[in-house]
């Protein structure tokens, strides 16, 4: 079965300080790995799509990178802005639709 | 450009009562989606569209029904709904048929009482 899993659930830093969010997923033939943003009581905004293994996306203080079996989503100096509920999903070859993970709620603070 | 336009924004409903909630595109994307998003269980999908005419189930689809009359509407209905239906729902859309990337909507919050 497709799964994703994403961690830590929560995650509180300081302004500036720099971390990883982890998406590990077990899919059947991954067409697509994507990065989603969402903030409180509105729908989730595309930030990145990944295709293979090795491939790096950035966007500002995001950099999402891939591997076979995960993703990471790098937030450098991050600012309280940056604060939401990121989440990872996945498309697989017979899929119709994105599997979603669970989420990771980052809160920076000034 | 509205994007996806959802309706009601929120909706507080009786147990037994039947409930559409309204889904408006104006990309013309072919793809559509619905998924309930709920504490803990994250995005789940309830039903899709490839394309107008064509409706499929996702994971969850027991309870709802969906129809794509046209390109822009894909409207949800729930036919008597049930305490556990209470949930945030969110409508999207693609551009590519094989999901690519999903512009979705503000989101329908829903309580059953």
């Known amino acids: 079965e497709d799964q994703v899993t994403q961690s830590p659930e929560a995650l509180r830093l300081q302004e500036g300080e720099s971390s990883s969010l982890n998406c590990s997923y077990t899919?059947?033939?991954?067409?697509?790995l994507f990065w989603y943003r969402q903030d409180p009581g509105k729908g989730p905004e595309f930030l990145f799509t990944l295709y293979s293994a090795g491939e790096e996306k950035e966007k500002e203080r995001l950099k999402a990178t891939l591997t076979k079996k995960e993703s990471f989503l790098h937030i450098t100096a991050p600012k309280p802005e940056d604060s939401a509920t990121y989440l990872c999903a996945v498309a697989n070859q017979a899929g119709t639709a994105l599997i979603f993970g669970k989420g990771t709620t980052l809160s920076v603070s000034s | 450009i509205a994007g996806i336009t959802q309706a009601p924004t929120s909706q507080i409903l009786a147990a037994g009562r039947r409930m559409t909630l309204r889904c408006t595109q104006d990309?013309?994307?072919?793809?559509m989606y619905w998924y309930r998003q709920d504490l803990g269980l994250g995005l789940r999908l309830i039903h899709y569209s490839n394309t107008a005419g064509t409706t499929g189930k996702g994971e969850v689809p027991d309870g709802y029904s969906v129809s794509r009359a046209n390109t822009d509407d894909f409207p949800l209905t729930l036919a008597s709904a049930v305490p556990s239906q209470t949930s945030v729902y969110f409508c999207a859309s693609s551009d590519e048929g094989d999901t690519g990337e999903l512009f979705f909507g503000e989101g329908s919050r829903l309580t059953v009482l």
């Open positions: 899919v059947s033939g991954l067409r697509g």
């Open positions: 990309m013309r994307h072919n793809a």
